[in-house]
């Protein structure tokens, strides 16, 4: 394999793995703002248990999240330094802001949040709670900012420097509220909420299916299928305004998203399918004209297809349909899932539930994948541009290294992540089988 595309499997790799871990984080913040607070309302032992057990979880996912987020950034340096000299004046200004907003902020709360119990008092803890969700929160932002501009560019000017053309960045603001931010952004929050929401599911349902732990398990499922329900419902808003997003701005990019081949025709929406690029064909099971009326409300309206553009300049289609429309349907399980949950649980006939109650168990997956394939859908469709129509990704490789580096470098991170991820899994395992501490009863004496 060539430079180009070893360095692109590695930078996938690499994301993908730390992908894991912050929609978690995210998810499990806000649902930890929630369970102290009441806490602090009602006075209740039972909220202080769920919060100090969650707590746990989430400090081994947040140093798992940091750990192998560093990685990425040297990739910027060794594997892609023409791209680091071109959007560097753009995103030495995001990622200082990141760090200043969000990182600081999350970081210099955590060791209130996690040891803090006993050391300062209630609010002040329940502060650094809602500090380290807002600062989960704030570093997405700053990420996505930074992804965003490579989708839609804004608030820019290009120069030229001894090294070649480079963005240099004209107005911040503009950068940050870049065309595709805000549909990205809300997004991303959605499936992050999803992914903490069914992580609280899975652990609680497995606890009631195992008879362990009734009372705890049924307070944090009440928790985690409230925030399930916002957020798969909230995520069909917002997929529905970012694909009209994609639409305006890279229309190539949605044209794959459906198969679509026509250059300007009315098109059909998918449900499964499988493209042919050869023959320009796309095989499949679909509604007729549906993909013009949701983007448009005009069943005849023509959308820009595939053919409007050069070959050279379209991402590998059949990639980007299929793993968008897996992000699609799993999404729908979720809906469907999270749905079903409320209704047994407002018939007062969840906690009988069994088959509902394993499926919960294993949907902890599901927020997971859908957030791995909605960022390749994305990120391949948006090829062979690196920042959209403005540098290839082909050109923004460093030039010195070397195709024998590269898959060095592969293999070992392969190995070390395949450690990190057994030992996460080990660990969180850990977690889960000791369970919460007691609840405190009246007397003072654990139960």
Do not use: C
Request: no cysteine; aromatic share 14%; proline share 4%.
């Amino acid at each position: 394999m060539d430079v180009e595309l070893l360095a692109r499997i590695q930078f996938a790799f690499t994301v993908a793995f730390h992908y894991l871990f912050p929609p978690m984080s995210i998810g499990l913040g806000l649902l930890l703002v929630v369970m102290e607070g009441m806490y602090l309302r009602t006075k209740n032992e039972l909220f202080h248990q769920m919060t100090r057990f969650w707590v746990k979880v989430f400090g081994l996912i947040f140093a798992l999240g940091v750990a192998t987020g560093i990685v990425m950034e040297f990739q910027f340096g060794t594997n892609w330094a023409t791209y680091s000299r071109y959007v560097g004046d753009i995103f030495g200004s995001v990622l200082a802001a990141e760090g200043i907003f969000a990182f600081f902020l999350e970081s210099g709360f955590l060791a209130i949040l996690l040891f803090g119990w006993d050391k300062v008092k209630p609010r002040t803890h329940f502060v650094a709670t809602v500090m380290v969700a807002l600062g989960a929160h704030f570093s997405a932002i700053w990420i996505v900012v930074a992804n965003s501009w490579q989708q839609t560019p804004a608030g820019y000017h290009l120069v030229q420097a001894t090294s070649g053309l480079r963005a240099e960045l004209m107005s911040f603001w503009e950068a940050v509220l870049n065309p595709s931010f805000l549909d990205r952004i809300s997004h991303v929050y959605m499936g992050a909420w999803q992914a903490g929401a069914f992580l609280v599911l899975s652990v609680s349902s497995f606890y009631l299916l195992r008879g362990r732990h009734r009372e705890f398990a049924q307070a944090s499922m009440k928790f985690g299928l409230v925030l399930a329900l916002v957020a798969s419902t909230l995520q069909l808003v917002t997929g529905h305004s970012s694909a009209k997003g994609v639409a305006e701005n890279q229309p190539a990019k949605l044209a794959a998203y459906e198969g679509h081949f026509e250059a300007s025709a009315p098109a059909t929406m998918y449900v499964v399918g499988w493209v042919n690029e050869r023959e320009s064909r796309t095989h499949g099971i679909g509604i007729p004209r549906m993909l013009s009326w949701l983007l448009y409300g005009d069943r005849n309206a023509p959308v820009t297809g595939l053919n409007a553009f050069e070959s050279e300049d379209l991402p590998p289609v059949n990639i980007v349909f299929q793993s968008y429309h897996a992000m699609v349907g799993i999404g729908s399980a979720l809906i469907l899932i999270s749905l079903l949950g409320a209704v047994y649980w407002w018939r007062g006939k969840l906690w009988q539930a069994t088959w509902l109650l394993w499926i919960m168990v294993f949907a902890v997956l599901g927020p997971q994948l859908a957030n791995q394939l909605g960022w390749l859908s994305a990120e391949v469709g948006r090829q062979p541009w690196i920042v959209y129509d403005l540098l290839r990704t082909a050109d923004a490789l460093s030039p010195t290294v070397s195709a024998q580096q590269v898959t060095t470098s592969l293999v070992l991170f392969g190995l070390i992540y395949l450690l990190l991820f057994i030992l996460f899994i080990y660990l969180l395992n850990e977690k889960i089988q000791q369970g919460p501490e007691a609840v405190p009863t009246e007397g003072g004496k654990r139960a």
